[in-house]
């Protein structure tokens, strides 16, 4: 099973839309959560930290449910310049490993 | 802040040469990480360090990758001898003590084809 699991998409939405995306890891004792977003042919870039209380930013809104080990990102309003691959991104803390473990990323397209 | 820089941007190679690839962190970051992306396996973890000293290297294809950072500004990752299949997008990333729980600055890449 592999750590962090995202379905790769593509979603295709019309302007305006509202789009959510959705991620689980595997490991319980994962303590950092962020949406990176990535841009064809670009490094990635962080979009948001995900925090247990969800946080929203300008018409971004994540979510975190540790219970269920599962991680989402919901856009509202969305625009053409929102076309980007999103990155789910897992701090794996407990295994040893103390670097950001990256999902294989939704790609999103938004269609005028 | 220039950023995380890495260099070269596109390298294109014969098999069996050997290829370095360069990364100087943004100044004052105290880890650095290199990480390889492709479409088949997404980002992978190759390396990273921590106060100039490998902490964990288990993501190291194996023997023909090298990873050295002598000084606090600047690493270098080597393939030697290049296969095909270590064609890639090469990232190079950093951040500052005790801010690697607020994420990661990534440089621009190094696209890396072997023929």
């Known amino acids: 099973r592999k750590e962090v699991e995202q379905d790769p998409g593509p979603f295709n939405v019309p302007e305006g839309a509202t789009v959510a995306f959705n991620c689980t890891y595997s490991?319980?004792?994962?303590?950092?959560f962020f949406w990176y977003r990535q841009d064809c042919r670009k490094e990635p870039k962080l979009l948001m930290s995900?925090?247990?209380s969800g946080n929203e930013d300008g018409r971004f809104t994540a979510q975190l449910n540790r219970a269920s080990q599962y991680i989402s990102l919901l856009i509202r309003d969305s625009k053409l310049s929102d076309s980007a691959t999103y990155l789910c991104?897992?701090?794996?803390?407990?295994?040893?490993?103390?670097?950001?473990?990256f999902g294989s990323g939704t790609r999103l397209q938004v269609q005028p | 802040d220039a950023g995380v820089i890495q260099s070269p941007r596109h390298e294109v190679t014969e098999m069996g040469q050997e290829v370095t690839l360069r990364c100087k962190p943004i100044?004052?970051?105290?880890?650095l990480f290199w990480y390889r992306q492709t479409m088949m396996r997404g980002l992978e973890l190759l390396i990273y360090?921590?106060?100039?000293?490998?902490?964990?290297d288990s993501g190291m294809p194996e023997d023909r990758f090298s990873a050295k950072m002598p000084n606090a500004s600047f690493s270098t990752l080597k393939i030697q001898p290049s296969e095909p299949r270590d064609s890639a997008v090469y990232f190079c990333?950093?951040?500052?003590?005790?801010?690697?729980?607020?994420?990661?600055?990534f440089g621009s890449g190094t696209r890396l084809t072997v023929v």
């Open positions: 360090f921590n106060n100039n000293v490998p902490i964990d």
């Open positions: 490991n319980s004792a994962s303590q950092s």
């Open positions: 990333a950093s951040s500052a003590p005790g801010q690697g729980v607020y994420g990661y600055t």
């Open positions: 991104v897992v701090n794996p803390r407990g295994t040893g490993r103390r670097a950001l473990t």
């Open positions: 100044s004052g970051h105290n880890s």
């Open positions: 995900v925090y247990s």
